[in-house]
């Protein structure tokens, strides 16, 4: 019985071409906060666990480095700031290029109509401060794929 082999030369350079490429990026988390310290803090939580973040003091700081940083794979941010809050940030990311994102919600100050509005833009969740720092790492690294 011959041999016969299932793929052709051209198929197996393909794959071969493909087995080499190196690894994209690892995704990275963009944090958007006007309060410094609790965007930092965030950031140092999820990078002590080897998330990559990036940061972000406003709304429009946010959605500029969604539109020029494609390793961005999930967004958390503050529901409350100035002069563009988390929902409206939410809204704008929802109608670009960029709507499949997974987005966080995190508030020290919200309400139910808050939730209800967030849940509405399909947020992943809505968490409150203070922050649960094991169920937000196991969120993270769920959106990102990462092992738990």
């Known amino acids: 019985m011959p041999d016969h082999d299932i793929l052709s030369d051209a198929e197996r350079e393909a794959l071969s071409a493909v087995m080499l490429e190196p690894d994209l990026p690892p995704q990275r988390v963009l944090i958007a906060d006007d309060d410094k310290d609790a965007r930092e803090l965030l950031a140092e939580i999820l990078g002590l666990d080897g998330i990559r973040c990036i940061t972000a003091a406003s ?22 700031m100035a002069p563009c809050n988390g929902l409206d940030l939410i809204r704008q990311v929802r109608e670009s290029e960029r709507a499949a994102l997974p987005i966080i919600i995190i508030s020290g100050d919200a309400d139910v109509r808050d939730a209800i509005a967030a849940m509405h833009l399909s947020v992943v969740d809505f968490l409150l401060k203070p922050i649960d720092t094991t169920k937000l790492l196991a969120l993270v690294k769920h959106e990102l794929g990462m092992v738990l």
Not at 61 to 80: C, F, H, P, V
């Open 59 to 80: 709304g429009k700081a946010a959605l500029e480095l969604l539109e020029s940083n494609k390793s961005i794979g999930l967004l958390i941010t503050d529901l409350r």
